[in-house]
């Protein structure tokens, strides 16, 4: 059986940074793309970045240059280090692997 686990998230003050992990048992990420979404209070779950299975990365405009995704295959460990946090980061949020999600990891920035 699949599973996803996120970690990482937790209240942090507006300018600080967080990094987040997504670890997967059952099946490694190698081969496939690896994505981190958000979900805010009241509002859709969006797409925040992509480490493709070639290793290709691609970011919403909002998180550019704030936030970098970065794998570790061996390691079964998807990272998602994010800098400059502001309150509209605000989020549950979540890692997926082809039809697996994991159960989210709240990351709360104050200002």
């Known amino acids: 059986q699949v599973q996803l686990l996120e970690s990482g998230g937790g209240l942090v003050q507006a300018g600080a940074s967080l990094r987040l992990s997504c670890s997967a048992s059952g099946r490694t990420f190698s081969g496939y793309p690896v994505t981190w979404y958000r979900r805010a209070p009241g509002k859709e779950r969006e797409f925040v970045a992509v480490s493709t299975k070639s290793g290709q990365t691609y970011y919403t405009n909002s998180v550019k240059g704030r936030f970098t995704i970065s794998r570790d295959d061996a390691q079964e460990t998807v990272y998602l280090e994010m800098t400059s946090l502001n309150p509209e980061d605000t989020a549950m949020y979540y890692c997926?692997?082809?039809?697996?999600w994991g159960p989210g990891t709240q990351v709360t920035v104050s200002s």
């Open positions: 997926n692997m082809d039809q697996y």
